[in-house]
Protein backbone atom coordinates (compact mmCIF):
# COMPACT_ATOMS: atom_id res chain seq x y z
CA UNK A 1 0.00 0.00 0.00
CA UNK A 2 1.54 3.17 -1.07
CA UNK A 3 0.01 6.79 0.57
CA UNK A 4 0.78 9.60 -1.80
CA UNK A 5 0.57 12.78 -0.51
CA UNK A 6 -1.01 15.40 -2.29
CA UNK A 7 -1.11 19.25 -2.29
CA UNK A 8 -3.59 19.87 -4.66
CA UNK A 9 -0.91 20.59 -7.21
CA UNK A 10 -0.16 19.01 -10.32
CA UNK A 11 2.76 17.07 -9.72
CA UNK A 12 1.75 15.33 -6.43
CA UNK A 13 -1.91 14.76 -8.29
CA UNK A 14 0.04 13.48 -11.33
CA UNK A 15 2.02 11.25 -9.48
CA UNK A 16 -1.01 9.74 -7.64
CA UNK A 17 -2.45 8.81 -11.18
CA UNK A 18 1.06 7.29 -12.49
CA UNK A 19 1.17 5.13 -9.26
CA UNK A 20 -2.62 4.26 -9.40
CA UNK A 21 -2.33 2.20 -12.62
CA UNK A 22 -0.01 -0.38 -11.04
CA UNK A 23 0.18 -0.26 -7.39
CA UNK A 24 -2.26 0.03 -4.12
CA UNK A 25 -2.62 4.06 -3.42
CA UNK A 26 -4.74 6.08 -1.25
CA UNK A 27 -4.54 9.94 -1.09
CA UNK A 28 -2.56 11.68 2.05
CA UNK A 29 -3.60 15.50 2.34
CA UNK A 30 -1.63 17.41 5.41
CA UNK A 31 -2.69 20.14 6.93
CA UNK A 32 0.31 22.47 7.36
CA UNK A 33 -0.22 26.23 6.99
CA UNK A 34 -2.77 28.42 9.35
CA UNK A 35 -4.77 28.95 6.58
CA UNK A 36 -4.94 25.68 4.88
CA UNK A 37 -8.92 25.07 5.98
CA UNK A 38 -9.46 24.56 2.12
CA UNK A 39 -9.72 20.67 1.24
CA UNK A 40 -11.84 21.27 -2.23
CA UNK A 41 -9.20 20.38 -4.42
CA UNK A 42 -7.61 17.36 -3.07
CA UNK A 43 -11.26 15.89 -2.69
CA UNK A 44 -11.64 16.76 -6.02
CA UNK A 45 -8.18 15.16 -7.54
CA UNK A 46 -9.52 12.11 -5.17
CA UNK A 47 -12.90 11.70 -6.81
CA UNK A 48 -11.70 11.87 -10.12
CA UNK A 49 -8.71 9.87 -9.43
CA UNK A 50 -11.25 7.86 -7.68
CA UNK A 51 -8.59 6.88 -4.24
CA UNK A 52 -9.52 7.38 -1.43
CA UNK A 53 -8.67 10.45 0.86
CA UNK A 54 -7.05 10.76 4.20
CA UNK A 55 -6.17 14.04 5.87
CA UNK A 56 -4.15 14.60 8.98
CA UNK A 57 -3.63 17.74 10.67
CA UNK A 58 0.00 18.85 10.93
CA UNK A 59 -0.32 22.76 11.12
CA UNK A 60 0.99 22.88 15.06
CA UNK A 61 4.19 20.86 14.50
CA UNK A 62 4.74 22.93 11.19
CA UNK A 63 4.55 26.01 13.25
CA UNK A 64 6.85 24.67 15.85
CA UNK A 65 9.17 23.00 13.25
CA UNK A 66 9.20 25.63 10.37
CA UNK A 67 7.87 28.99 11.07
CA UNK A 68 9.37 29.07 14.27
CA UNK A 69 12.55 27.88 13.00
CA UNK A 70 12.38 30.04 10.23
CA UNK A 71 11.74 33.49 12.71
CA UNK A 72 14.35 32.34 15.11
CA UNK A 73 17.25 31.98 12.19
CA UNK A 74 16.31 35.42 10.85
CA UNK A 75 16.61 36.81 14.81
CA UNK A 76 20.23 35.20 14.55
CA UNK A 77 21.57 36.87 11.40
CA UNK A 78 20.85 33.59 9.52
CA UNK A 79 18.82 33.18 5.99
CA UNK A 80 17.29 30.62 6.41
CA UNK A 81 16.00 27.35 4.19
CA UNK A 82 12.62 26.23 5.40
CA UNK A 83 11.90 23.77 2.28
CA UNK A 84 15.09 21.57 3.88
CA UNK A 85 13.58 21.75 7.01
CA UNK A 86 10.09 20.74 6.16
CA UNK A 87 11.00 18.01 4.57
CA UNK A 88 13.39 16.39 7.03
CA UNK A 89 11.23 16.95 10.00
CA UNK A 90 7.76 17.45 8.54
CA UNK A 91 7.08 15.81 5.02
CA UNK A 92 9.95 12.87 5.32
CA UNK A 93 9.66 12.71 9.24
CA UNK A 94 6.04 13.11 10.69
CA UNK A 95 3.95 12.64 7.37
CA UNK A 96 5.70 9.70 6.90
CA UNK A 97 5.00 8.10 9.98
CA UNK A 98 1.60 9.20 9.56
CA UNK A 99 1.32 6.98 6.27
CA UNK A 100 2.82 4.18 7.79
CA UNK A 101 0.14 4.37 10.58
CA UNK A 102 -2.36 4.71 8.38
CA UNK A 103 -1.30 1.08 6.29
CA UNK A 104 1.03 2.51 3.94
CA UNK A 105 4.39 0.65 3.38
CA UNK A 106 5.73 3.69 1.60
CA UNK A 107 5.00 7.22 0.86
CA UNK A 108 5.62 8.99 -2.57
CA UNK A 109 5.50 12.71 -3.22
CA UNK A 110 5.92 14.87 -6.75
CA UNK A 111 9.27 15.82 -5.77
CA UNK A 112 11.21 15.67 -9.07
CA UNK A 113 14.54 13.31 -7.73
CA UNK A 114 15.50 9.82 -7.85
CA UNK A 115 16.06 7.30 -5.04
CA UNK A 116 17.88 4.07 -5.76
CA UNK A 117 19.06 1.31 -3.94
CA UNK A 118 22.56 0.26 -4.34
CA UNK A 119 22.86 -3.32 -2.95
CA UNK A 120 26.93 -3.47 -3.05
CA UNK A 121 26.87 -0.48 -0.77
CA UNK A 122 23.66 -1.79 0.65
CA UNK A 123 22.43 2.46 0.83
CA UNK A 124 19.39 4.50 -0.54
CA UNK A 125 21.27 6.93 -3.12
CA UNK A 126 19.54 10.18 -3.72
CA UNK A 127 20.26 11.39 -7.03
CA UNK A 128 18.71 14.68 -9.68
CA UNK A 129 15.70 14.33 -11.24
CA UNK A 130 15.77 14.16 -14.74
CA UNK A 131 14.69 17.65 -15.69
CA UNK A 132 17.38 19.95 -14.68
CA UNK A 133 14.79 23.03 -14.22
CA UNK A 134 12.81 21.34 -11.99
CA UNK A 135 15.47 18.86 -10.30
CA UNK A 136 14.51 19.69 -5.90
CA UNK A 137 17.29 17.13 -4.78
CA UNK A 138 18.91 20.43 -3.13
CA UNK A 139 16.00 19.85 -0.95
CA UNK A 140 15.98 16.47 -0.15
CA UNK A 141 19.88 16.20 0.91
CA UNK A 142 18.66 16.15 4.79
CA UNK A 143 17.01 12.80 4.85
CA UNK A 144 18.08 10.20 6.39
CA UNK A 145 18.56 6.34 5.22
CA UNK A 146 15.19 5.30 7.15
CA UNK A 147 13.14 8.26 4.90
CA UNK A 148 15.24 6.87 2.05
CA UNK A 149 13.67 3.89 2.11
CA UNK A 150 10.34 4.56 2.30
CA UNK A 151 10.10 7.31 -0.05
CA UNK A 152 8.74 7.25 -3.87
CA UNK A 153 9.11 9.81 -6.55
CA UNK A 154 6.95 9.00 -9.47
CA UNK A 155 8.27 12.00 -11.24
CA UNK A 156 11.70 11.82 -11.20
CA UNK A 157 12.47 10.38 -14.65
CA UNK A 158 9.85 12.59 -16.33
CA UNK A 159 10.01 16.54 -17.38
CA UNK A 160 7.63 18.94 -16.19
CA UNK A 161 6.26 19.53 -19.75
CA UNK A 162 5.56 15.93 -19.73
CA UNK A 163 3.81 15.52 -16.85
CA UNK A 164 1.51 19.02 -17.52
CA UNK A 165 0.80 17.49 -21.35
CA UNK A 166 -0.23 14.04 -19.78
CA UNK A 167 -2.39 16.05 -17.09
CA UNK A 168 -4.26 18.04 -19.64
CA UNK A 169 -4.81 14.78 -21.51
CA UNK A 170 -6.04 12.99 -18.51
CA UNK A 171 -8.41 16.22 -17.91
CA UNK A 172 -6.48 16.54 -14.38
CA UNK A 173 -5.03 19.62 -15.00
CA UNK A 174 -7.49 21.93 -14.77
CA UNK A 175 -8.39 20.37 -10.96
CA UNK A 176 -5.21 21.41 -9.67
CA UNK A 177 -4.07 24.54 -8.16
CA UNK A 178 -1.06 27.10 -9.99
CA UNK A 179 2.32 26.23 -9.40
CA UNK A 180 3.20 26.41 -5.62
CA UNK A 181 5.38 29.13 -4.08
CA UNK A 182 9.11 27.90 -3.19
CA UNK A 183 8.07 29.24 1.05
CA UNK A 184 4.34 27.67 1.24
CA UNK A 185 3.31 29.95 4.45
CA UNK A 186 4.37 33.56 3.55
CA UNK A 187 1.64 35.33 1.49
CA UNK A 188 3.86 38.85 0.67
CA UNK A 189 6.76 39.91 2.03
CA UNK A 190 8.51 37.41 4.71
CA UNK A 191 9.34 40.41 7.14
CA UNK A 192 5.56 40.31 7.64
CA UNK A 193 5.73 37.36 10.11
CA UNK A 194 7.99 39.54 11.91
CA UNK A 195 5.26 42.42 12.77
CA UNK A 196 4.96 42.97 16.55
CA UNK A 197 8.32 41.48 17.11
CA UNK A 198 11.10 43.36 19.28
CA UNK A 199 14.01 43.64 16.91
CA UNK A 200 16.84 46.11 17.79
CA UNK A 201 17.56 48.45 15.35
CA UNK A 202 21.44 48.61 14.53
CA UNK A 203 24.39 50.49 12.53
CA UNK A 204 25.14 49.59 8.86
CA UNK A 205 28.93 49.61 8.72
CA UNK A 206 31.32 49.19 5.60
CA UNK A 207 33.49 46.45 5.62
CA UNK A 208 36.21 48.85 6.01
CA UNK A 209 34.51 50.36 9.58
CA UNK A 210 33.24 53.35 8.73
CA UNK A 211 29.23 53.33 9.87
CA UNK A 212 26.87 54.52 6.78
CA UNK A 213 23.42 54.17 8.11
CA UNK A 214 21.04 52.53 10.25
CA UNK A 215 19.07 49.35 10.05
CA UNK A 216 15.61 48.62 11.40
CA UNK A 217 16.28 44.99 12.42
CA UNK A 218 18.67 42.01 10.99
CA UNK A 219 15.72 40.06 10.46
CA UNK A 220 14.87 42.58 7.44
CA UNK A 221 18.38 41.90 5.05
CA UNK A 222 19.93 39.29 3.61
CA UNK A 223 23.55 38.75 2.08
CA UNK A 224 23.59 40.48 -1.42
CA UNK A 225 20.97 42.52 -0.83
CA UNK A 226 20.99 45.78 -2.48
CA UNK A 227 17.62 47.41 -2.43
CA UNK A 228 16.08 48.74 0.69
CA UNK A 229 19.51 49.52 2.51
CA UNK A 230 18.71 53.19 2.54
CA UNK A 231 21.96 54.39 1.37
CA UNK A 232 23.48 57.05 -0.72
CA UNK A 233 27.20 56.31 -1.00
CA UNK A 234 27.81 57.19 -4.78
CA UNK A 235 28.23 53.66 -5.80
CA UNK A 236 26.15 50.21 -5.35
CA UNK A 237 26.49 48.66 -1.69
CA UNK A 238 25.29 45.07 -0.87
CA UNK A 239 25.26 43.26 2.38
CA UNK A 240 27.99 41.32 2.66
CA UNK A 241 27.28 40.13 6.33
CA UNK A 242 25.00 40.01 9.12
CA UNK A 243 26.96 40.08 12.57
CA UNK A 244 24.61 38.84 15.14
CA UNK A 245 27.01 39.93 18.60
CA UNK A 246 26.95 43.36 17.08
CA UNK A 247 23.99 43.99 15.72
CA UNK A 248 25.32 44.97 12.31
CA UNK A 249 24.77 44.86 9.10
CA UNK A 250 27.55 45.39 6.82
CA UNK A 251 28.08 46.54 3.70
CA UNK A 252 30.69 46.34 0.52
CA UNK A 253 30.55 46.42 -3.05
CA UNK A 254 29.99 43.56 -5.16
CA UNK A 255 33.71 42.27 -4.81
CA UNK A 256 33.05 42.15 -1.57
CA UNK A 257 30.51 39.64 -2.01
CA UNK A 258 32.78 36.55 -3.22
CA UNK A 259 34.08 34.36 -0.46
CA UNK A 260 36.61 31.21 -1.14
CA UNK A 261 35.54 29.19 2.22
CA UNK A 262 32.48 28.45 4.21
CA UNK A 263 32.21 26.60 7.35
CA UNK A 264 29.49 23.80 7.49
CA UNK A 265 27.23 22.52 10.84
CA UNK A 266 24.55 20.04 10.52
CA UNK A 267 26.31 17.89 7.91
CA UNK A 268 24.22 14.79 6.19
CA UNK A 269 25.93 12.23 4.34
CA UNK A 270 23.81 10.13 1.59
CA UNK A 271 26.91 8.47 0.10
CA UNK A 272 29.12 6.83 2.89
CA UNK A 273 32.32 8.75 2.77
CA UNK A 274 34.78 8.49 5.14
CA UNK A 275 34.63 11.49 7.91
CA UNK A 276 38.19 11.53 8.39
CA UNK A 277 39.03 12.28 5.21
CA UNK A 278 39.07 15.45 2.83
CA UNK A 279 37.00 14.79 -0.73
CA UNK A 280 36.30 16.82 -3.85
CA UNK A 281 32.71 17.45 -5.09
CA UNK A 282 30.56 20.42 -6.83
CA UNK A 283 29.02 22.05 -3.92
CA UNK A 284 25.82 24.30 -4.97
CA UNK A 285 24.80 27.14 -1.84
CA UNK A 286 21.26 27.45 -2.78
CA UNK A 287 18.76 26.00 -5.27
CA UNK A 288 18.86 28.02 -8.47
CA UNK A 289 23.02 28.00 -7.70
CA UNK A 290 24.81 26.38 -10.60
CA UNK A 291 27.32 24.21 -8.40
CA UNK A 292 31.50 24.93 -8.13
CA UNK A 293 34.06 22.20 -7.39
CA UNK A 294 35.60 22.68 -4.31
CA UNK A 295 37.87 20.36 -1.64
CA UNK A 296 35.47 19.59 1.75
CA UNK A 297 37.73 19.22 4.79
CA UNK A 298 36.98 17.75 7.76
CA UNK A 299 37.43 19.64 10.94
CA UNK A 300 37.50 16.78 13.64
CA UNK A 301 34.33 18.25 16.00
CA UNK A 302 31.18 17.75 13.34
CA UNK A 303 31.89 20.75 11.25
CA UNK A 304 33.07 20.92 8.10
CA UNK A 305 35.26 23.22 5.71
CA UNK A 306 34.31 24.01 2.17
CA UNK A 307 36.87 25.37 -0.55
CA UNK A 308 35.85 26.43 -3.89
CA UNK A 309 37.98 26.34 -6.89
CA UNK A 310 37.05 29.90 -7.42
CA UNK A 311 35.52 32.25 -5.15
CA UNK A 312 31.63 31.72 -4.81
CA UNK A 313 29.41 35.39 -4.68
CA UNK A 314 26.78 36.06 -1.79
CA UNK A 315 27.32 32.56 0.36
CA UNK A 316 24.88 33.05 2.66
CA UNK A 317 24.73 31.74 6.75
CA UNK A 318 21.39 29.74 7.36
CA UNK A 319 21.62 28.22 3.36
CA UNK A 320 22.82 24.60 3.36
CA UNK A 321 25.84 23.66 0.72
CA UNK A 322 24.90 20.37 -1.08
CA UNK A 323 27.85 18.31 -2.42
CA UNK A 324 27.33 16.81 -5.68
CA UNK A 325 28.89 14.11 -8.19
CA UNK A 326 27.46 14.81 -11.53
CA UNK A 327 23.84 13.66 -10.56
CA UNK A 328 24.54 11.84 -7.23
CA UNK A 329 23.77 13.84 -4.19
CA UNK A 330 26.50 12.83 -1.58
CA UNK A 331 25.36 14.97 1.39
CA UNK A 332 25.24 18.51 2.42
CA UNK A 333 24.92 20.73 5.90
CA UNK A 334 24.42 24.13 7.15
CA UNK A 335 26.25 27.03 6.23
CA UNK A 336 27.51 28.54 9.23
CA UNK A 337 27.96 32.88 10.02
CA UNK A 338 31.44 33.63 9.84
CA UNK A 339 31.67 34.80 13.79
CA UNK A 340 31.49 31.07 14.28
CA UNK A 341 34.97 31.24 12.98
CA UNK A 342 37.02 31.79 15.76
CA UNK A 343 39.81 29.59 14.41
CA UNK A 344 40.62 31.66 11.60
CA UNK A 345 39.57 28.26 9.17
CA UNK A 346 38.19 30.35 6.68
CA UNK A 347 41.07 31.37 4.15
CA UNK A 348 40.80 34.79 2.48
CA UNK A 349 39.32 35.47 -1.05
Not at 121 to 124: E, N, S
Not at 246 to 253: A, D, L, Q
Not at 262 to 276: S, W
Given at each position: M ?17 L ?5 V ?7 V????DL??P????E ?12 E???K???D??R ?5 G??P?P?V??N??LK??L ?8 GAD?LA??HY???VY?PG????L?Y?G?D?R????Y??H ?7 A?V ?8 K???I????RL????L??P??QE?C???G?Y??L??G ?19 R??Y??T??QR ?6 L??P??V?R?E?K ?8 K??L???A ?15 K???AE????Y ?9 R??GD???Q??W??P?K?V??G ?9 L???G????P???DA?G?I??V
Open positions: IAVAISGGVDSAFAAWKSRTEEFLLHARFPEDTERQRIAFLGLPLRVVDLRAFRKVIYFEAYARLTNCICREFGLLQKALELRTGARVDLKRYLKRPKDQSFLQLSQEALRLFPLGELLEEVREAVGLFNTAESVFIRDRDFRLSFPPGEIVTVEGRVVGRHGLAYVGRGLGLRGRYYVLATNRVIVGEKDLRRCLLGNVNFIYPLDPEPFRVRIRRHREAPAEIPLGRYVIDRQATPQFAVFYRGDVLGGEILEEDAEPA
